[in-house]
């Protein structure tokens, strides 16, 4: 016996209530419920975007709170390290961690075992020793422009480069969670366990006698990433292990290179662009309005979870289906278009309204980013119009084309953060990101339809375009 939401709705609701709202309670069974390919991807993607609710949450709540324990200018030096430290890790995994996604499914539905366990061994051993690699790098880089560099960055900066090596498996765990379908395992290290451990560990040193600055909260965010990392990995390993019998490794490293070499692109340029922002308000304003935008972006990421959280349902079907389905794919991904798009404009409308009381609980001073949520918010629904369509063209084999839209909308970006923010600050700021995320959106899904003749807007349909 299984549980249905329609069924309890009818037995614990009035009737009146439980009969209106049975239609949309018969959409959640079916997602919870439905056989075959649609309905696991429904249901990874359902899980994500739980994850990503109950993850927003304590990021709110956690960044409130150290916000309120250091003080915009301690928590905007914060701040801007480890949103650094977060984009070189992920990039320091060379597009092995989406790559994985693809190759996976790939090699299980063909039988060739062999390979699956070789990639799923030389792709940890490459992403940490490259990792390492770019961390030791960072740390002699940081030392050297050290004179050009603000003094109360320095330290703070070096600190959280030890945290890349392990940011980096992170991100490479949850792509081969993901090829499993593995939701939980592949989201909640990441969005859930380290967060509340961060903070865990920030309270901890502060209630010890650490005094409550940047160097103190890049401290426990050393610590919370090693122990969610650690164990991720046993977490992970002993699955594969369980579903991948013994046998014989082959290695096709230089494929698995070239395939990903393309995808580290295109993910470099939608992890620099997703934060562009941040890192151009920091190199252009002081911590303080570094902490008054990010606090504004992070009470946006209500919205942003959406298009996450499909996007990592989805991916490993778009692989799938590409492969001798193309009837199945074009429908599964003009379908996954209404999956992104409504939730994130019922969200959108959530945030606006929410958005200033939100804002005053980091501060006072905080409440000064809320007007650049109704700017902010058309750029982000602007995203969810078009769905996951770098996802399509990355798992499609049009990594190269994609990754010179998100060049190319990066650079946009960047022009403009470098004209629009000296002129108008952080409404400079909020301009440049919403005009490159509308150019990126109608890029995204003009190459899709260019390239596979799939129609990834929302109120356009196929025949529409035709």
């Known amino acids: 016996m299984r549980f249905s939401a329609a069924t309890t709705a009818g037995r614990f609701l009035p009737q009146r209530l439980a009969l209106r709202i049975r239609p949309l309670l018969g959409l959640i069974d079916a997602v919870l419920f439905a056989a075959g390919e649609r309905g696991e991807a429904g249901r990874m993607s359902l899980i994500a975007f739980s994850v990503r609710i109950v993850s927003a949450v304590i990021a709110f709540v956690s960044q409130v709170l150290m916000a309120r324990w250091m003080g915009s200018f301690e928590y905007g030096i914060f701040v801007l390290v480890w949103v650094t430290m977060v984009i070189v890790g992920n990039l320091a995994c060379l597009g092995f961690h989406t790559s994985v996604i693809r190759f996976i499914p790939e090699y299980r539905a063909r039988g060739m075992l062999a390979e699956l366990r070789g990639i799923v061994r030389a792709s940890r051993l490459f992403v940490l020793v490259a990792s390492t690699a770019i961390a030791g790098l960072g740390a002699l880089a940081v030392w050297l422009l050290s004179p050009f560099i603000e003094d109360y960055y320095v330290v703070p900066f070096i600190l959280g480069i030890i ?89 096709h490293f230089g494929h698995w290179f070239i395939v990903s070499l393309p995808i580290f692109l295109v993910e470099s340029f939608f992890f620099l662009l997703t934060n562009a922002d941040v890192l151009m308000v920091g190199a252009y304003l002081d911590p303080n309005d570094v902490a008054v935008y990010f606090a504004t972006v992070k009470t946006l ?27 199945k794919l074009a429908a599964f991904a003009r379908e996954t278009v ?129």
């Open 301 to 327: 990421a209500l919205v942003h979870f959406v298009y996450f959280a499909v996007k990592a349902g989805v991916a490993q079907r778009y692989a799938q289906f590409t492969h001798g389905e193309p009837q």
């Open 338 to 466: 209404s999956w992104t798009f409504w939730p994130s404009l019922a969200m959108a409308l959530l945030v606006l309204a929410l958005g200033e009381p939100m804002l005053t609980l980091f501060g006072p001073e905080f409440s000064a980013g809320y007007p650049l949520l109704f700017l902010l918010v058309f750029g982000v629904v602007a995203r969810a119009a078009v769905g996951p369509c770098e996802s399509l063209l990355t798992m499609s084999g049009n990594q190269n084309i994609c990754a010179v839209v998100y060049a190319l909308t990066l650079a946009f970006n960047i022009a403009l953060s470098v004209v629009l923010i000296p002129l108008f600050g952080l409404w400079g700021a909020a301009m440049a990101t919403v005009f490159a995320m509308i150019f990126e959106a109608g890029a995204l899904s003009f190459t899709v339809w260019r390239k596979l003749g799939i129609v990834m807007v929302i109120f356009v349909s196929a025949k529409g375009a035709a």
């Open 163 to 251: 945290c890349l090596p392990m940011i980096a498996m992170s991100d490479l765990l949850q792509g081969l969670a993901r090829a499993n379908s593995w939701a939980l395992f592949a989201l909640s290290p990441t969005f859930l366990v380290r967060p509340v451990l961060i903070l865990a560990f920030m309270a901890l040193m502060l209630l010890v006698g650490y005094a409550p600055d940047a160097r103190t909260a890049i401290f426990a965010a050393i610590a919370a990433t090693y122990a969610t990392t650690l164990g991720q990995l046993i977490g992970v390993t002993s699955r594969m292990d369980r579903r991948i019998p013994a046998g014989p490794m082959k290695l």
